[in-house]
């Protein structure tokens, strides 16, 4: 925005480095020169075409940065939604669908999710004609954008604004790691604030300005404390998303494990259930699923599940670790103390209660010192673990 900004008053190497700063902030910010010229057609200002080539010449520079440290000027097809199997038609079909979850969220935004991961929307084919119409739709609205310049410049400007910047994460023209996101709306908005504002400033009647302004900001405030009080902890977060998007896998798996945390394991089992039936074979709801089946003293019930999922995914270490409880439950305590060390190993980042049965198992080994490292780990992560704490006091005293 400063960079587009600073251009609009004549500056250009101030825009140019403001602009490779955006650029390796978030690579959505290459679109600035068609933000540029979409102003300068739209406006009839006359700006030096060098002006133009020096901001070019900065996209140009990013991208050739990028391809050089990534070997590539996408993502990978391993971080693409669905490991980048989907063909290019598949993706503008479905866009036909994420366009008009996107006008939904825009004109009556009730109903959000947060997350739109797996099947949240079902992939579109040719023969689906709510796909058509959202893309029918994305092109009526640019084309009366278009049409509309002569009317009113800006207002164009604003809506053709919002669909220039929403194209790094449209999939339209490289797929991306997701089909949908609510902060994909940021930018856009941007420009819809700016078409929208112009309008609002051309009505005659104070009266109305002031009942759709105050209006306005009542339902804004509304709507903010209601989606603040929807996110307010992970059980309410993830059980508005299987009410918002049912189909959606994540959306069950997370629901899941605040229930296990809840200790309503039974109402658990049958949302991770649900998950599987959207994909069969994800490892992750699979081990939370054996989560519930822990027995007091086996884990007769659980078994079958974690073996189908390191079958699945032999480096998985939340199954490991899953793996090493059952092994601790049953007294196989060196079982225990090296499924936990891989996890430890694989997980990003650990959590206190990982640390925590990592260090009892080690303790059940004679690891003595290796115990107290795990569990100062954990106290590190978690200071007000009551439990971490006293296993750390305990140890400390015997040295």
Not at 121 to 142: F, N, R, T, Y
Not at 219 to 246: K, Q, W
């Amino acid at each position: 925005m400063s960079a587009w900004l600073l251009f609009r008053r004549g500056k250009t190497l101030w825009p140019a480095a403001l602009f490779l700063l955006a650029l390796l902030s978030k690579e959505s910010a290459i679109v600035l020169p068609a933000i540029l010229v979409l102003d300068v057609w739209l406006s009839r200002r006359d700006v030096p075409w060098k002006r133009f080539a020096v901001m070019t010449s900065v996209a140009v520079a990013y991208l050739a940065l990028r391809f050089l440290v990534l070997g590539g000027l996408g993502i990978p097809a391993s971080a693409q939604y669905m490991g980048g199997h989907l063909t290019y038609l598949e993706r503008l079909m479905t866009s036909g669908r994420v366009f008009i979850q996107y006008l939904r969220l825009l004109l009556f935004p009730v109903d959000l999710a947060g997350d739109y991961d797996f099947n949240a929307i079902p992939i579109a084919q040719v023969s689906h004609w709510d796909a058509w119409l959202g893309l029918l739709l994305i092109a009526a609205i640019a084309a009366g954008a278009l049409l509309y310049r002569r009317r009113n410049w800006t207002v164009s400007f604003g809506v053709l604004f919002a669909f220039i910047v929403f194209i790094p994460a449209s999939n339209w023209i490289t797929p991306i790691s997701v089909l949908m996101a609510e902060r994909f709306l940021y930018l856009p908005l941007i420009g819809l604030s700016i078409a929208a504002a112009v309008i609002f400033g051309q009505l005659r009647d104070p009266r109305l300005q002031r009942f759709i302004g105050i209006g306005s900001v009542i339902i804004a405030i509304v709507l903010c404390n209601s989606h603040d009080y929807t996110r307010r902890n992970d059980f309410t977060f993830f059980g508005n998303m299987v009410r918002v998007v049912p189909n959606s896998a994540k959306a069950r798996l997370g629901y899941g494990f605040a229930l296990i945390e809840a200790g309503r394991n039974d109402d658990a089992a049958r949302q991770l259930e649900a998950g599987l039936r959207i994909i069969p074979d994800y490892p992750e709801l699979l081990a939370t699923l054996a989560m519930t089946k822990i027995g007091a003293k086996d884990c007769i019930n659980a078994w079958p599940l974690l073996d189908r999922a390191l079958q699945i995914d032999p480096g998985h270490a939340d199954t490991r670790r899953r793996m090493g409880d059952c092994y601790f439950k049953e007294g196989k305590i060196r079982e225990a103390e090296s499924m936990y060390h891989q996890a430890v190993d694989s997980i990003p980042y650990p959590d206190s209660m990982l640390y925590f049965m990592w260090g009892r198992s080690l303790e059940g080994t004679g690891q003595q010192n290796s115990a107290l490292a795990a569990y100062r780990r954990g106290a590190l992560i978690d200071p007000e673990n009551v439990l971490i704490q006293q296993k750390v006091a305990i140890l400390s005293n015997r040295r």
